[in-house]
């Protein structure tokens, strides 16, 4: 594999090294540091028990000092990258992408729950803080730190206390998903069966931009139907019941180190203003029903014109 003939894809954004592909398109070399190194042996493990995972065919040190591992290609397209290729100036999702989505997930989910972790006491609190970097949203906003906040999480870990854990991904959504299975490993930890990939088309919302592509009712509906029927065969359970607890978590991943350092950004603050405002939201419909509807999330557009009007803090 020495003599392949590697051209460079772009710095990996998540750690110091860069992304290459062989000419032919059909492997990947990476490089980085001890970071890179732990998630090629925790992908090496999940391979092993059928996780839609690239295989990793080498690794090593590279002359200046770098780890480096080369892995076979999943392909060359993401499927958020197909989502916005198939756009045709508006912003619905094509069926093919949520479909495709919806499969590659019943792969993942399956090889999860025929593999789950024996927990050890506060695994699952573990899971929650890294999940929804907590501390950091607590820090940034210390009036979300309240007895309210904490009561509507409580709650969400204990509906959460009879799932299984499994090994899981932790930045799963489409941006890391091809139609032959998953890619960047490197947030690896223990989650909750379901957490990867039930709220992958529900996150969508919380970007909140009048640019990309939006998931309808329909494919959503469609997309957790497959995933029920998979979690049904494995498990006996819909894992779709799960779907609030993990989305008001995701509430706080996304609204996590979003306070801006410099007042004079503007649209930094009104963003964080934006994911504030979601996340209030999401605790308002979890506490009154135990569900998270993302359709009901205004756009950024929308939260912004009411922000100008005074309508929202």
Do not use: C
Request: overall charge negative; aromatic content about 8%; charged content about 25%.
């Amino acid at each position: 594999m020495n003599e392949t003939n590697w051209r460079f894809v772009k710095k990996r954004t998540a750690a110091d090294g860069a992304v290459y592909v062989s000419d032919d398109g059909t492997l990947y070399r990476r490089t980085g540091g001890a970071e890179l190194q732990a998630e090629a042996q925790f992908q090496r493990r999940i391979a092993d028990l059928d996780y839609p995972v690239p295989h990793v065919l080498e690794e090593g040190v590279t002359d200046d000092g770098h780890y480096y591992v080369v892995e076979e290609s999943l392909g060359d397209q993401t499927l958020h990258e197909r989502a916005v290729a198939s756009l045709d100036g508006g912003r619905a999702l094509h069926d093919d992408v949520t479909d495709t989505a919806a499969q590659v997930a019943a792969r993942l989910l399956r090889a999860q729950a025929a593999h789950r972790v024996e927990p050890v006491p506060g695994s699952l609190r573990q899971w929650l803080d890294r999940a929804g970097f907590t501390q950091n949203v607590f820090q940034e906003n210390p009036d979300l730190d309240n007895t309210r906040t904490r009561s509507a999480l409580d709650h969400a870990l204990g509906r959460l206390g009879t799932v299984p854990l499994v090994r899981g991904h932790l930045d799963y959504g489409l941006p890391n998903v091809l139609s032959a299975g998953v890619i960047d490993w490197q947030h690896h930890g223990l989650v909750p069966l379901g957490y990867d990939v039930l709220p992958a088309l529900e996150i969508i919302a919380f970007k909140g931009g009048s640019k990309g592509y939006t998931a309808s009712p329909a494919q959503r509906h469609r997309y957790l139907a497959v995933l029920d029927d998979t979690s049904l065969n494995a498990t006996g359970q819909p894992v779709s019941q799960n779907l609030g607890a993990y989305l008001l978590v995701k509430a706080l991943f996304f609204l996590a180190l979003m306070r801006p350092t410099d007042p004079s950004r503007t649209d930094k603050h009104l963003k964080w203003q934006y994911r504030r405002h979601l996340f209030t939201k999401g605790l308002e419909q979890y506490e009154r029903t135990g569900t998270v509807d993302t359709a009901l999330f205004p756009s950024l557009e929308q939260f912004a014109a009411g922000h100008s009007a005074g309508d929202h803090p």
